[in-house]
């Protein structure tokens, strides 16, 4: 686990804040929910995710493999081709992914309804 310069205010040990160590960010989850059913490479998922940077997504991949959630397979190849994909490890994060995923739709359905219901009382 990486050395934070601050924590997230659990007690030290707490699984939440070991769990959001190697998940938690802007990045990372998304990432995760795309190498979920198959192996990408690094283009593919800049083309999936444009607001991420290069840098951050290299940064974000590195922690992840660093971690043992992400694999990373590079082919000896000219020019050379880098896959990534989840670990045997990385794969028992499956279930919060889609959990993830599932609460975000609700989410973004209760904001609409609420946004709608705002226009029709204004």
Request: net charge positive; charged share 30%; with cysteine.
């Amino acid at each position: 686990m990486r050395n934070r310069k601050s924590g997230y205010g659990c007690p030290e040990g707490c699984p939440v804040e070991t769990t959001l160590d190697v998940i938690g960010g802007k990045w990372k989850g998304v990432i995760l929910y795309y190498l979920l059913d198959e192996k990408k490479r690094f283009n593919e998922l800049r083309r999936l995710m444009p607001g991420i940077t290069q840098r951050m997504l290299s940064l974000q991949l590195s922690e992840l493999e660093n971690d043992g959630v992400v694999h990373r397979e590079v082919f000896a190849e000219v020019p050379p081709r880098v896959e990534y994909s989840l670990t045997d490890f990385g794969k028992t994060l499956s279930p919060i992914i889609i959990q993830m995923k599932d609460w975000g739709e609700k989410y973004k359905s209760r904001i609409v309804k609420r946004d709608e219901l705002n226009q029709k009382g204004s």
